[in-house]
Each structure stands twice: as structure tokens, then as C-alpha cells.
């Protein structure tokens, strides 16, 4: 495989995380509502470790458990307003990775310069067909579980 398909997957994958993050703050990050969400956390941890630090007595416990639960609560608030674009991104990756899968099925991305294990050959080789791999034998490669597929590199660029 060429070093430009590989830098299409790469630039690919990299476009459409920069698109989700763009959208993401444009529809939800930049909002009032989530910027008030983002003070109330702020005020809430300010307000627990204000009170954690002074001595303990009956009514500062009061105090303090009534602030770790709006703590709590603020938490929340900011985790369920993350929730929507985390999904939105996840989904859109599993389409672009079987969008991608199929039009990559079959075809050798790269060889490995080290035969890996069997339980990560599954991974290295997902989508290829071991017995039309004939030009792996003309190298000087010396098993064919060496064969990386589409989806390590997709792997790669999503993780970086």
C-alpha cells in the first residue's frame, strides 16, 4: 500500500474529529447554558475544599455534605452535556470505520517487521484474505501473519 492511502486514512480520520470538535463547541460548549453549568462546578468544588479545610463539627459536616452533593450534582450536570457530542463522535467514527473497512477489504496496508501474536494477528489482520496474499512470499517476509491491515492504521490515527 502506498504511503498517500495511508495518509488518507490519517488525514480522514483527523478532518472528521477536527468537524466533530467544531461542531461540538459551535452547538454545545459555547452555549450560556453550558457555561453556567461550568460556574456552578466551579463554585461547588470551590465550596468543598473550602469547607474540607476548616475544622470539623457537627454543623460544618452539615455544610460540607450538602456542598458535595451539589458537587455531585453540578458534576452531572456538566457530564450529561458532554454525553451528546461524545456520542455523536463515537457513532460517526463506527460509520467511518465500516465505510472504510469495506472499501479497504482485502488489502495489505503494510507489513510488520516482527510476526506478532496470535491473539494480535486478529487485530493486525482483520478484513485480509491470507491465501491471496501471494506477493508476501516474493519479499522477504517470513510469515504472513506480518500482513497489517487497514484497521491498524485507523486504529493509530484515532488514538492520536
Request: proline fraction near 2%; hydrophobic fraction near 45%.
Amino acid at each position: 500500500m502506498t504511503a498517500a492511502d495511508i495518509a488518507r486514512v490519517v488525514i480522514t480520520v483527523g478532518v472528521l474529529q477536527l468537524l466533530c470538535d467544531m461542531i461540538a463547541y459551535w452547538r454545545i460548549f459555547s452555549q450560556a447554558s453550558y457555561q453556567s453549568c461550568l460556574e456552578k462546578l466551579s463554585r461547588a468544588k470551590f465550596n468543598v475544599e473550602n469547607l474540607k479545610s476548616k475544622k470539623s463539627n457537627e454543623k460544618n459536616q452539615k455544610k460540607l455534605q450538602r456542598s458535595e452533593n451539589d458537587y455531585s450534582a453540578a458534576l452531572g450536570n456538566v457530564a450529561r452535556k458532554h454525553s451528546i457530542p461524545n456520542f455523536m463522535t463515537s457513532t460517526l467514527f463506527v460509520i467511518l470505520l465500516r465505510i472504510m473497512g469495506a472499501e479497504y477489504k482485502g488489502i495489505v496496508f503494510g507489513v510488520l517487521p516482527f510476526t506478532p501474536w496470535k491473539f494480535v494477528q486478529r487485530i493486525t489482520a482483520r478484513g485480509l484474505d491470507m491465501k491471496g496474499l501471494e506477493w508476501i512470499s516474493e519479499s522477504n517476509v517470513s510469515d504472513l501473519g506480518q500482513a497489517c491491515s487497514f484497521f491498524v492504521i485507523y486504529v493509530l490515527a484515532t488514538v492520536s
